[in-house]
C-alpha cells in the first residue's frame, strides 16, 4: 500500500492474481497497482489495526480493520477485512481480499 514500485515487485510474484470481494481479479503487480491507485481516488489507506495472523508453509491470513480517509471529504472510512496470502517462493502469487467493500461506492 506503500505505492512502491520496488516493494512491490519484492513481495509480489510478476503474475500475482489479486481479487478484492466480488470483484474481477487482476493479474500482475502493475495490474495491482493501478487498482490501488483507482481506489484511492475514493479513498486512501491509513493503516490497519491487526486482529489476528496466522501463518503457514505456503499461506498466510490476516484479520485486521482497514482504515481509510475519503478524498471528499476526509472523513474515515473503516471496515472489517480478512486477507489471504497465498505464496510462491516466498512471494505473494494470489492476494485475496474479503471485506465490504460498500463504503466506498457510499462515498
Known sequence: MS??????EQFLQPDVA????????????????????????????IGH????AWHFEDAIIV??????????DGGEISLPCTDIYRLRDGRVADWRVYADMSPFRAS
Not at 484479520?63 to 471528499?72: C, I, K, L, Q, W
Request: proline share 2%.
Open 3 to 8: 505505492r512502491d514500485i520496488d516493494a512491490a
Open 18 to 45: 489479486y481479487t478484492v470481494g466480488a470483484q474481477a481479479t487482476v493479474v500482475g503487480v502493475p495490474a495491482v497497482l493501478r487498482y490501488i491507485a483507482q481506489q484511492e481516488r475514493v479513498a486512501r489507506w
Open 49 to 52: 489495526t491487526l486482529r489476528s
Open 63 to 72: 484479520e485486521v480493520t482497514s482504515h481509510f480517509a475519503r478524498v471528499s
